[in-house]
């Protein structure tokens, strides 16, 4: 089990890097073993268009390659295209859709460069080297300024067709009735479960830990548990995970309400369907992890 990474044998380095809706995490990796040789966090400032993020990223990911680093490995938070690496849609930043990403970075950067999505990647760190280790179907689920999600299968990312798998933020979870007033009237569980929609149904957090701890938000865990189980039950109908691994700020904010959520999946679930573990992520790093999975899968002849 477990994908094959590609390194021709002498010391090489890989770098992955992640960009997230608030912040973009670089990691430099030893490419035959995978151990984390540096690590940095920086503003993603996506208020100034992607553009100018991905200006950043070249500048920041020129500065830290190294003469031995082979390849690069990228996360971004939506749908890229598994055939050019180019963006198809990136809600939360705009200028994004439509974005040569894989092309332009490797053509700047000078190496193999590899594009998918932030939370294919994490599900793949924490698959590999994670909480999901030894296991054979894992879900991954972000949870933080969007929801997010990833599979992987016997060691594998499942992609899809198109790259475009494991969209779980964008599935509807109560068609048509969000939780709060909108234009958008989806009812798609990123309306219901990531960290920017906990904060329109609870006025009275002042930070984003009010919102699953304390008193503030008290009103609101119950729905969360029935909301993210609802969630899970349609996984576990679906893919029949092994494990269901959550992530992100707000999916880590769950440790305490997982015992409840595993209740009520229970409830939820057909009568004897086998049900997955739950679990937070393990992995400080899995996103920048995965990316760099990601590009030492790549075949060398990818670019």
């Known amino acids: 089990m477990g994908g094959t990474l590609w390194y021709s044998g002498a010391m090489e380095t890989v770098l992955g890097i992640d960009i997230g809706g608030t912040k973009v995490l670089y990691g430099l990796y030893d490419a035959s073993t995978l151990e984390l040789l540096r690590s940095e966090r920086v503003p993603t400032e996506r208020e100034r268009g992607f553009a ?3 200006d950043d990223v070249i500048r920041h990911a020129s500065a830290w390659k190294r003469p031995d680093t082979v ?3 990228i996360g971004v938070p939506g749908l890229v295209s598994q055939g050019n690496g180019s963006i198809l849609r990136i809600p939360n930043i705009e200028g994004g859709d439509g974005f040569p990403l894989r092309d332009l970075l490797s053509e700047r950067l000078g190496m193999k460069v590899a594009v998918g999505n932030d939370s ?13 280790k030894g296991l054979r179907v894992v879900v ?3 949870m933080g300024t969007g929801v997010g999600g990833g599979i992987v299968i016997d060691g594998k990312l ?3 067709a198109d790259g475009c798998a494991g969209e779980i933020g964008h599935t509807l979870l109560v068609p048509g009735l969000p939780p709060y007033e909108t234009d958008e009237k989806r009812g798609e569980t990123e309306q219901f479960l ?5 904060r329109k149904r609870c006025a009275a957090a002042e930070k984003p830990d009010d919102l699953l701890a304390g008193e503030a938000c008290a009103f609101l865990h119950p729905h969360v548990v029935l909301e993210t189980a609802w969630l899970c039950t349609n996984l576990t109908h679906f893919l029949n995970p092994s494990i269901i691994v959550f992530g992100g700020s707000t999916g880590r904010a769950l440790r305490p309400f997982l015992p409840a959520i595993g209740k009520e999946l229970a409830r939820w ?3 004897g369907t086998p049900l ?10 899995a996103a920048t992890r995965g990316a760099a999975m990601l590009a030492l899968d790549a075949s060398p002849t990818s670019n």
């Open 71 to 73: 390849a690069c490995g």
């Open 52 to 54: 100018a993020v991905v």
């Open 120 to 132: 294919q990647c994490f599900a793949l760190g924490e698959a590999r080297a994670g909480a999901g």
């Open 276 to 285: 997955p573990s739950l679990a937070i992520r393990m992995l400080d790093d």
């Open 269 to 271: 679930t057909l009568p």
């Open 194 to 198: 990531s960290g920017t929609a906990m």
């Open 140 to 142: 991954g689920v972000t």
């Open 158 to 160: 499942y992609a899809g």
